[in-house]
C-alpha cells in the first residue's frame, strides 16, 4: 500500500505505487481477453449443437416421410398385436351409437330367401335380405345357403355363423325366425309357395311398390338368387347403416370357426407380423373367368369344358389375352412374385396363402415359394384333426381365411372378387388396416415390358411403387357410375356411410 507522509502530500513509494498499478492493470486486462475467448467458445459450441440438433431433427423427418411414403418396404414397423379378439365385434367407436327403441309393428307376412354363390357373396345377400325385410314390416326366415353350386359345400346358415347370435342382436330391427310357423309350412308341400327373383341394383321404391303387395297378398314369398339386389348408392342413411350392423355385428362366426381363426393368427403372431395374400388362382375363378394366361394347352382345354358344363357361367366364348390386358384376370402366382417383390415386401415376411387348391399346383408356386421362403396355408399351420370338422365345406374353410385376413397386417388379392371386396370394407371398417389394391391393368402391363426386358427391374419397381401409393385402402369414397352399377365401387367393400355419424342412431323412424 502507498503510504503519504508529512504535509506535503508526496508518496515515499510513489515507483513501487505506479510499477504495482500497471502490474494490476495487465492482469485485469489478460482476465477480461480469457473471459472474451472462454465466453466466445462457449457461444461457438453452442451454435454448433443447435445447428446439429436441427440438422438431426431434418433428417428424421425425411426419414419418417420416406417411412410413410411406402409402408411395405420397412415391415419391421408393422403393427404387432399380442392377442386376438376374433369375436368379431363392432368397434368401440360404434357402441357410441346410439340404441334406437324396439319396433313396434304389424308384420306383413314371411319372407324367406336363397342365397347364391360363394360364403362371402352369400355374405352381402344375407345383408341386404335383412335390410329388405326390416323395410317391408316382414319376418325374415333365416336364409338358406347355396348347396348347387361349383364348390357343392353343403353347409347351413348354423354351421357357418352363430345363428342365435344373428336372431337376438337384430331382435329390435326386424324379426327373424328359425322356419316357417307350422300352419304355413304346407304351403311349400302343396307348392302354393310363390317364388322370384329380384331385379339386380334396386333402390327400396321396388321392394314397396313390386314386392310388398305381393307379400300382403300372399302372407309368404320366396326370394331366390339374392346378390347384388340392392344398389350401391341412393339409399336412405339409415338403410346403408343397417347393412354394415348386419354385417359387421350380427353375422358372426361360429366359436368353433372363431376359435379356430385365434389359433392359426397366434401360431402367426408368435413368428412375428404376417401378410395375407388372397391368391385368387383357383379352378372355378380361371374356368367362370376364362383367364388363361401361364396355362398349357391341356389346362386351357380342361377349363374351357368346364366353362361349358356349368350353365348358370353365361359368358363361354372368351378372348384370355384381351381379357387380361383389360385389367380382368386374376393375377398369376408368377406375376403375383414380381409385383410382391417390386412393391418392396421383405423376403423374409410371412405370407398366409388366403385361398383353395391354386390350380397347377407346385409347378406355378414354384417362384412364389423361391421369392418368399414363409409362405404357410392352413393345412401347413394346422394339424389335420383341427381341420376335420371343415375340411369338405368350402364355405367354412373361406370363414377361416376371412378371419385371419381381418387380423393381418397387410392384405393384398390378387383379383377383386366378393371375398377381397367384403374384406376390404371390413378392415376399412376396423379402421382402415392396409390393403393393398392392385392395379391389374396397369401391372400386367409393366410386367410385359420387364419380361421382353424394354424395362428395366428398378423402373418396373419404382413405377409399381408409384403407382399404388395410394391403394393402401385409406379413407374414400365410392366411385359412383350411374345406370352402370356393376362397374362403380361396391358397398360392401367401402361401406363408408358407415365410417362416418357412429353417434347417430341407426334409425330414424
Known sequence: MCRVKGNDGKCDHREDCEM??????????EKSRSRLVFRRRIIKLWLIRVMSFTLLCACVGQILTLGTVWRPRLPTVWRSHSELPLRIELPSRLTKVASPPKRVYKNNGFLMVSCNGGLNQMRAAICDMVTIARYLNATLIVPQLDKTSFWADSSDFHDIFDVD??????????????????????RIKNGKLKSLQPVSWSNMSYYYKEILPLLKKKKVIHLSRTDARLANNGLPLEIQKLRCEVNFKALRFTSQIEELGRKVVRILREKGPFLVLHLRYEMDMLAFSGCTHGCNSMEVEELTKLRYDYPWWKDKVINSKMKRLSGLCPLT????????????IDRNVQIYIAAGNIYGGKRRMQSLVEAFPNLVTKDTLLEPSD?????????????????????????VPTYDGNMAKVVEGHRRFLGHKDTI???????????????NRSLSWDDLSLDVKRSHEHQMGSPTKRVIIPDKPKEEDYFYANPYECLELLDEPLRST
Request: hydrophobic share 45%.
Open 20 to 29: 504495482g498499478f500497471m502490474f494490476s492493470s495487465e492482469v485485469m486486462v
Open 165 to 186: 347370435h344373428f336372431i337376438t342382436s337384430l331382435k329390435d330391427e326386424v324379426q327373424i325366425l328359425k322356419e316357417l310357423p307350422p300352419g304355413l309350412k304346407g
Open 333 to 344: 402366382p408368377e406375376e403375383t412374385t414380381l409385383v410382391l417383390k417390386a412393391l418392396g
Open 387 to 411: 381341420l376335420s370338422f371343415i375340411k369338405n365345406h368350402s364355405s367354412q374353410m373361406a370363414a377361416l381365411d376371412y378371419l385371419v385376413s381381418l387380423e393381418s397386417d397387410i392384405f
Open 437 to 451: 389394391l392392385l392395379d391389374r391393368k396397369l401391372l400386367v402391363s409393366l410386367i410385359d415390358r420387364y419380361n
